[in-house]
């Protein structure tokens, strides 16, 4: 019986994990972290041809020196722009985190990002020992992992670890695990040991990943929060070990991304509840196609501009997760006969659409409908090519999941707000109000979060009327000298945090840094 349920656990754990790489040629051009991508993106043509291969689709990793035409100083003036990204500073490790400001909402954790709207991610507080780890916000995973301290691969050598030393409670265990991630791919094992955000901390069994592929070198989270449930019970998820302790009136979680244009800074993940701030009018929910399982519900309608295009009862994934969206080829001809100069690739892969289109896309959901402006939809210029009338749209043209569900990533959840209710399985949607730039800058980055230590053993726990990142994890038997030494590490972090939140950060999908970037002028450059 164990063989046969530890079989059903690596069977699932290939199944219910939509979190989908991905970076176009527009961005990596853009960026000057790609130069020769054939193939990849190519110019706008016609669909027939297009493969219509089902699955996972895999991207080949290149390194090659640089040989595009862009003038040096070109090309060194585009990474300084990256990093005067406002609210950026350097993290201990090569990556860069914009920062949401501390949430003022109880049982709540703020949601950082690149400052690109490339990925979100918020800090946990692993072990007795309070590890500060960043986690991708993840609805479309049910697994959560973090990169070990045995890991050896060059994507491990440039994030922040976690391993037996960073813990009293670390319970090691013989169960393992290996997930595939579209052009990436971790494989490690479960342990067991605490983890905490918002005011809470729970006994979590988790990846400890001592294998991870090197698709993860620009990604500057270090690990995934798995945030969907699991179709099994041989190592519950952190959402289902979450219900099982109580430590919620509501078993919901709501999830606010913002724009890194609007300057909002108000990325969030609530616990329990809402924040009514966040939203305008009234959520309506959705139920799930499958009670218990991951956060896929039917479309009602789906077009541009009040158009439908007949894609009624497909079923979409919610996925913080994803950068950008994602559908079958067959759905996305349907889906984008409705705009005016729209072309498929060659390969099939994607759309181009005029730079010059305006008109929004629309997803509708149980009889209300939601608006993606353009801004969102419609990326750079195809190939990156800054002579080109024609712009890559961010829905793209992929078979991304085995049974052809559509993956409704943050170009979709930059305009609404979600809830995911775990007690009545279903998802709540609601438009979000028009963001007013502040007309002060917003604080600058912090490097720690609250973390206290309270005695006892590994325990769920909260605490009375938390906000932010008042974190709490389990410690040993006595307090951790942090507890005790006012001077400490965890004792600074704690002081930071008094007046600023601290941040985190990602990408499906990710970002350039000044090290790696000055670096690709003269030296091989990774892109995916």
Known sequence: MVVLNLL?????????????????????????TCLDLAGRETPAGTLDGAPQRPGIFKIKIEQTPP????????????????????????????FLTSKSDKPTTPKSNAIDQ??????????????????RLRMLVDTGAANTWVMGSTCTNSSCGIHDLYGPADSDTYK????????????GMVSGQYIEDTMGLAGFSLPVQFGVANNVSDDFNNYPMDGILGLSRVPNPVIPGFVDT????????KNIFSVNIYRASDLANNGEITFGGVDASKYTGEITYTDIT????????????????????????????ID?????????????????????????????????????????????????????????WIGGKVGGVETQTMCTSNIYSRNTTEDGSWVLGDTFLKSVYAVFDLDQNRIGLASKPVVVTPPTPVSSLASGSAAQSPTGGPVATMTTGSQGFNAIAGSSSAPTGSAANPTSPDAE?????????????LGTHFTLYIAALIATTAAAVTVF
């Open 8 to 32: 059903l656990l690596c069977f699932f754990s290939t199944l219910v994990t939509a979190f989908y790489p991905f970076v176009p040629k527009y961005r990596c051009v853009e960026d000057g």
């Open 67 to 94: 040989t595009d035409d862009i003038p040096h100083d070109v090309r060194v003036a585009r990474y300084a722009d990256q990093l005067a990204r406002k609210n950026a500073m350097k993290r201990d490790n090569i």
């Open 172 to 183: 090691a265990s013989t169960s393992t695990f290996s997930l595939n991630y579209g052009t």
């Open 290 to 317: 499958a009670p218990g399982a991951s956060w896929v519900i039917p479309v009602g309608e789906a077009g541009f501009n009040g158009k439908d295009s007949g894609l009624k009862g497909r079923n979409a994934i």
């Open 493 to 505: 972090a704690q002081s930071q945090t008094k007046d600023s939140s601290a941040s985190s950060l």
């Open 242 to 249: 979450l219900m099982e302790k109580n430590l919620l009136e």
């Open 114 to 131: 690149d400052g690109t709207d490339f990925c979100y991610t918020t800090s946990m507080f692993v072990g007795s020992k309070n590890k």
């Open 320 to 376: 913080t997760g994803t950068t950008y969206c994602f559908i079958p080829p067959s759905d996305a001809a349907l889906f984008y006969a409705n705009v005016a100069g729209a072309n498929v690739s060659e390969d099939g892969t994607s759309y181009g659409v005029p730079c010059t289109t305006t008109i929004p896309a629309e997803f509708t959901f149980s009889g209300v409908t939601y608006s993606i402006p353009s801004k969102d």
